[in-house]
């Protein structure tokens, strides 16, 4: 895979602090666009084809992150934090954080979990353990040493990373490929996209905020007014759990996300996709969620948007670590690819009367 992802996947950006993804977003755009746009939440877009009589064609991954923020200090020195997006408590005990300072310097720390040897003999249930039940240690000796080592309230938390190849080459572990990928596959499009060839006005970028309710994807909408939205995202496979036909998997290629709580695809885009992706040989996969993306939100926007999600099959996301897959990474690319290439006025027009 292209450098840029693990850049983006190394960074940290839970909601509403991603100005390091987006200063990454910004450097990469700019040698391509002919302009760059940002919203006042910041999201951000490079435009390409700027001013051609057609279709607006908007493409977006996310730039946060699920994450943490620091809500107080213990007279012990632990650090309480809440969750920035949905989380499950247990699956980050004993994980490694950083609290971020700033954009050189953070603080390393472990959520605090009990060895067995402090509950054997308990007669106590175990009880589902919730995000804001996990207290951060930094090695702080009480509240006035974390405030001295540079804790403060409102701190973004991030799991620290562990970027990691699987022993075939062919499998990527990180943090934050929900939705870094995304980001990366908007930059890869910026850079190789020849404009010439485009019958659209194409604006490729990442939202904000969408971990917390799909912030982002409204602003942007608003200001981009899209005909046709693409939403490129990973979409967590059960395959390591035994899933069915519908609930994705590593190797499936790319996700035709057709159902989510948020959004049943428009059936023009159903078909438009299927049909295309079958004409061309790419390989995908029938996908249902029981979450939704940016593409549920901005369907909504103004007068209604055409949109589909292509999805990037991803094992253990909303955790410390998940795993994507090279060869779904090229199916999704060259979907998207072609969806860009082949975008048109009369496309949308036919795609809208198969609704």
Request: charged share 25%; aromatic share 8%.
């Amino acid at each position: 895979m292209d450098k840029i992802y693990r850049d983006l996947v190394d960074l940290p950006g839970a909601p509403s602090f991603e100005k390091q993804v987006r200063d990454y977003m910004r450097k990469n755009l700019e040698p391509y666009a002919d302009e760059i746009i940002e919203d006042k939440l910041g999201s951000i877009f490079g435009v390409f084809n700027k001013g051609y009589n057609g279709p607006k064609v908007m493409i977006a991954g996310h730039m946060d992150e699920v994450g943490a923020i620091v809500t107080g200090i213990e007279k012990s020195g632990l650090i309480k934090i809440s969750n920035l997006g949905g989380v499950k408590g247990d699956v980050f005990l004993s994980q490694h954080f950083d609290i971020i300072i700033d954009e050189t310097e953070k603080i390393p720390g472990v959520t605090a979990s009990k060895p067995p040897h402090l509950t054997r003999g308990s007669s106590d249930k175990p009880k589902v353990i919730e995000f804001t039940d996990l207290l951060l240690d930094i090695g702080a000796d009480s509240a006035e040493h974390a405030a001295e080592l540079g804790v403060k309230l409102a701190q973004q938390v991030i799991p620290r990373n562990d970027f990691t190849v699987s022993k075939d080459g062919k499998k990527f572990f990180s943090k934050a490929w929900d939705d870094r990928f995304g980001c990366g596959i908007s930059l890869e499009v910026a850079r190789d996209i020849k404009k010439d060839e485009l019958q659209c006005e194409l604006y490729a970028g990442a939202t904000v905020q969408e971990e917390v309710g799909l912030r982002g994807a409204g602003t942007a909408a608003n200001m981009i007014n899209p005909d046709v939205f693409i939403a490129i995202d990973c979409s967590p496979c059960a395959d390591s759990f035994g899933g069915d036909e519908v609930g994705g998997k590593i190797g499936g290629g790319f996700m035709l996300r057709f159902l989510d709580p948020s959004a049943i695809m428009h059936q023009g885009m159903k078909k438009f996709i299927q049909e295309t992706a079958e004409a061309k040989g790419i390989k995908f996969q029938y996908y249902k969620s029981m979450g939704g993306t940016d593409a549920a939100k901005i369907q909504l926007a103004n007068s209604g948007v055409l949109v589909a999600t292509i999805g990037m099959p991803a094992r253990y996301i909303h955790s410390t670590t998940s795993m994507i897959s090279i060869d779904d990474y090229q199916e999704v690319k060259k979907m998207v690819y072609t969806i860009i290439q082949m975008m048109n006025q009369k496309l949308v027009d036919e795609i809208k009367s198969n609704v």
